[in-house]
């Protein structure tokens, strides 16, 4: 039986949505992502008036591809919450691609065949809209297909995540007009659409390796701390049970006493990794206080945190990081940027019962303070808890604060053994060339690494018990133009994509008579 041109059209979609997941970390990178994306732009252009649906199709694929690990949250309370809570953020991620489909009909309809070009404007607008705060899921950039091509994601520097997704769509619908023109034998425009193609992807390898060469040089100058990392290994459900708590700071303490030799300046302890309210156990915040002044080392502690608002006799609870210095001064950092779906259903501060539901990784609350940790030597940095590492505009405006490094703390034990563990670790990758700033990351049963302001990763080891490991970081204190103005391009995008679907709305209801 012969196949419809719509179906052998939604078919292509949803082949090229699975492809281009598949190639997400841990993948080898690979440049044939470009390839991939040549399905999706040949249906667009062919059948604009069905883009929702196929751009939806596109983004369900891809999401389910590259994020199938969402199925297997160990700490959810049962099967019924996995299925719920994985599928709800796939039909999240598949509704922004919807939006792009959305504004690229609209843009078609005011700008005809030439509105192809603005697709990859229209997409920088779909990744800046997908770091909306209570459906944030900014995991399936584009540009994420390509942490192992450090040369060419270095205009991150200049423009971000997104500016490398857009370059990658760029090429793609290059190739796809010179291969509509060669189909009409006119071989010029064949030619100059594949030359200008080949000068964009060249150029950006090129610049990117000069530019690299240039942050290396700086880097053998560079100030540096020495950090280490304290990875016990602690499975999900042993990590949470009371019994274990005297024997998990134990193992922790005498880790950290054991990278002594090395001279760090600073000790890091991974995610929740001290498992109660640390302000509930005051003589461990006195013990962590002696251990810092009297070892001349500080200290980064992931714990839960609380604060508690007796006018209305109300508790909000975080996942935290505490700081100590070796002056006696404490301070706390509180997780701003909750999972959806994973540490909170979105909008439950309306639909009130959800947080009654439990998701594995708890109901937190969004912390409020962003000031950077600033340490015993004069040095500042500043912690991101999990996820929080994929948001570019979020970390920027942490930096300009005066962060020299960046330490990102994850507790993967949730899904051991999936794409998942890194995925997020090489996500880290943008945020280290965006801003030029080294990042430890520390997570528990999972890749342990070192990013470097070039943006390659030095992998330090990968879920070994009971160990730690003593780092040299590179110090950086001066800001990039992402860093300073970033946020002004991503603010151009969505405005610019706000006017097309605006105008497109207009002229719908002008050319019905409604107005």
């Not at 560079?222 to 009371?242: F, M, Q």
């Not at 070039?454 to 860093?483: A, C, D, M």
């Amino acid at each position: 039986m012969k196949l419809s041109k719509n179906k052998i059209l939604f078919s292509s979609v949803v082949l090229s949505g699975l492809a281009t997941g598949f190639v997400f970390p841990p993948f080898q990178s690979t440049y044939a992502v470009i390839l991939f994306l040549l399905p999706l732009v040949h249906t667009l252009y062919t059948d604009p008036e069905r883009s929702v649906r196929y751009s939806f199709f596109f983004g369900l694929s891809l999401t389910m591809s590259s994020c199938w690990w969402i199925f297997s949250n160990s700490g959810a309370d049962a099967l019924w919450i996995q299925i719920i809570s994985g599928f709800g953020l796939f039909i999240v991620s598949a509704s922004y691609y919807a939006l792009f489909g959305l504004i690229y009909k609209y843009s078609r309809r005011l700008f005809g065949e030439r509105s192809i070009w603005t697709l990859p404007l229209i997409w920088g607008g779909m990744e800046t809209a997908m770091l909306f705060e209570e459906l944030a899921f900014p995991w399936t950039y584009l540009a994420h297909t390509l942490t192992g091509k450090t040369e060419f994601i270095q205009i991150a520097e200049f423009f971000g995540v997104s500016s490398v997704s857009m370059a990658i769509l760029y090429i793609s619908i290059m190739i796809y007009s010179s291969m509509k023109y060669m189909r009409k034998r006119d071989y010029f425009r064949t030619y100059t659409r594949l030359q200008a193609a080949m000068l964009l992807f060249f150029g950006l390898v090129i610049f990117g390796w000069l530019r690299m060469g240039y942050i290396a040089r700086q880097l053998e100058t560079s100030d540096t701390i020495k950090a280490s990392l304290i990875h016990p290994g602690l499975d999900v459900d042993y990590k949470w049970e009371k019994k274990n708590f005297k024997n998990i700071i134990d193992t922790q303490l005498t880790l950290s006493e054991a990278a002594l030799p090395e001279k760090p300046g600073l000790i890091i302890w991974g995610e929740s990794n001290f498992p109660r309210y640390l302000e509930n156990n005051p003589s461990y915040i006195g013990d962590f206080l002696i251990f810092s002044a009297d070892k001349k080392v500080d200290l980064c502690v992931g714990s839960l945190g609380y604060d508690f608002f007796p006018e209305t006799e109300s508790f909000k609870k975080y996942n935290s990081v505490f700081f100590f210095d070796q002056n006696n001064q404490t301070s706390r950092y509180d997780k701003r940027k909750l999972v959806p779906f994973g540490e909170s259903f979105p909008f439950a501060w309306v639909l009130t019962f959800l947080k009654d539901i439990s998701l594995g990784q708890a109901n937190f609350d969004k912390g409020e303070n962003n000031k950077p940790f600033e340490m015993t030597t004069g040095n500042k940095l500043h912690t991101n808890i999990c996820y929080e590492a994929l948001f570019p505009y979020y970390n920027a405006s942490l930096v300009r604060k005066g962060s020299e490094f960046i330490v990102n703390v994850s507790n993967d034990a949730w899904y051991e053994g999936t794409r998942q563990v890194f995925q997020h670790s090489r996500f880290n990758i943008f945020r280290a060339v965006e801003n030029r700033r080294s990042i430890v990351r520390l997570a528990n049963k999972a890749e342990n690494s070192l990013f470097l302001p070039t943006g390659e990763q030095q992998i330090l080891f990968y879920n070994e018990k009971n160990t730690h490991r003593t780092v040299s970081v590179p110090l950086n204190g001066k800001v990039t133009f992402f860093t300073r103005y970033g946020r002004y391009f991503a603010m151009f995008l969505l405005l610019l994509n706000g006017a097309v679907l605006a105008a497109g709305l207009l002229k719908r209801k002008k050319s019905h008579g409604k107005i």
